[in-house]
C-alpha cells in the first residue's frame, strides 16, 4: 500500500514539474513577428520596424517584422486572425483595415471579431498636392474651379485611403473628380511632379521637400489645424466641415483569444515606447503624431476601430467604391 502512494506520489512530482516550467514561463519566450501588410519601405513597415526594434529592447526577446503584401491587406490580416493567440503573431495596420470590411463583400474572417486592437498607435493628416502648374494656388481657388470643370485626381490604388479621401472630398464639396488610380503612392506622385495627373492625397512627410522646392502645390490638408511642416496649407476642416478631418493611423493588434495579460503586457509597453521622446521626435518632426495618452488603452483602441469601421463603411457605400482587383 504505502509503495502505491509512493509510486502516485512520485507520479504527481513528475507531472508538476513538466507542467510548471511551461505554465511560469514569461512572455515573451521566444521570438515574435509583427506582419506589416505592405512591402518593405512604406510608412506602415516603417513604424513596425521602429516597434519591432523598440520592443526588441524592453522585452528583451526578438520582435521581427514580416512583409506580407497581396489582396488588399486583406492575405496579411488572415493569417494573423486565423493564427494561434498566444501572442508571437501580431498585426501592424492602417485606416485601410477598417474601410475593407465595407469594401470586400467575403472576406474569411471578421475584423472586430477575429482580431483584438492592443493599441493605436500614431497617425497624420493627409495633404492635397497639385501638379506646379495647376492654375489655383490656394484651397479656396481650387475649389472655385473644381465647381467649374473636372479635375484629374490620382489615387494609389482602387479602395484605397486615397481613394477614400478624394470621394469624401468631392461628396463634400459637391464637385466630379475623375479618379485615376495607380499602383501605389510614388508612381503617382511622379506624375504629380511630372504635370501628368492634377492632384494626389499624399502624407505630408512623403511630399513636403518637394512642395518646398516647387515641384508641385500643396492646397489643403486634412486637420483641424494648419501642419507646422506645411504652415501656408490650409486647413480642409475649417473650408468643408469636421467630414474632412482625415488621419492615416497605426494600430496594433493580436488574434481574438489572446490571454488579457499578455495584452496588457504589450499596450504599456508600447505605452511607454511612444512616450520615449527618441521615438516620438522623429514622428513629430514630420507632423506624425502619437495618440494621445487617454487613447491609448485597448479600450479606446476597439472604440476607435468601431467608428472608424463605421465611418469609411459610410464613405465606401456612399461612394460605390469598388474592392481592389
Known amino acids: 500500500m504505502m509503495k502505491r502512494i509512493a509510486a502516485v506520489a512520485l507520479a504527481v512530482i513528475a507531472v508538476f514539474a513538466v507542467v510548471a516550467p511551461v505554465t511560469a514561463q514569461p512572455y515573451p519566450s521566444r521570438t515574435v513577428t509583427i506582419i506589416v501588410p505592405y512591402p518593405a519601405g512604406g510608412p506602415t513597415d516603417q513604424v513596425a520596424r521602429v516597434l519591432a526594434q523598440s520592443l526588441s529592447d524592453k522585452l ?79 484651397l479656396t481657388e481650387l475649389l472655385a474651379l473644381m465647381k467649374k470643370q473636372t479635375i484629374k485626381a490620382a489615387t494609389p490604388g482602387v479602395g484605397a485611403t486615397g481613394h477614400l479621401a478624394t470621394s469624401l472630398l468631392a461628396q463634400e464639396a459637391k464637385v466630379k473628380i475623375d479618379l485615376i488610380p495607380y499602383r501605389g503612392a510614388a508612381p503617382a506622385l511622379q506624375d504629380i511632379a511630372g504635370g501628368h495627373v492634377d492632384l494626389f492625397f499624399a502624407t505630408p512627410q512623403s511630399v513636403v521637400q518637394q512642395v518646398k522646392a516647387g515641384q508641385m502645390k500643396a492646397y489643403g490638408i486634412t486637420a483641424k489645424e494648419k501642419s507646422p511642416q506645411l504652415p501656408n496649407v490650409e486647413s480642409f476642416v475649417k473650408a468643408l466641415g469636421p467630414k474632412l478631418e482625415i488621419l492615416y493611423w497605426h494600430a496594433i493588434f493580436a488574434p481574438a483569444g ?18 520615449d521622446p527618441a521615438v516620438a521626435k522623429p514622428w513629430t518632426d514630420t507632423g506624425v503624431m502619437p495618440y494621445a495618452k487617454d487613447q491609448r488603452s485597448t479600450a479606446a483602441a476597439r472604440a476607435i476601430l468601431k467608428s472608424e469601421i463605421a465611418r469609411w463603411g459610410q464613405v465606401v457605400r456612399d461612394n460605390n467604391i469598388p474592392a481592389p482587383q
Not at 262 to 271: D, E, V
Open 60 to 138: 528583451k526577446q526578438n520582435f521581427i517584422v514580416e512583409n506580407v503584401s497581396g489582396g488588399g491587406t486583406t492575405i496579411a490580416t488572415n493569417r494573423v486572425a486565423k493564427a494561434t493567440p498566444d501572442g508571437y503573431l501580431l498585426l501592424i495596420h492602417n485606416l485601410q483595415i477598417s474601410a475593407n470590411v465595407a469594401l470586400y463583400k467575403n472576406l474569411p474572417f471578421d475584423t472586430e471579431k477575429d482580431l483584438t486592437p492592443i493599441m493605436f498607435i500614431n497617425n497624420n493628416p493627409l495633404v492635397l498636392v497639385g501638379r506646379k502648374t495647376l492654375e489655383p494656388n490656394t
Open 258 to 275: 489572446t490571454p488579457e495579460a499578455i495584452i496588457n503586457k504589450l499596450n504599456a509597453t508600447l505605452q511607454e515606447i511612444v512616450s
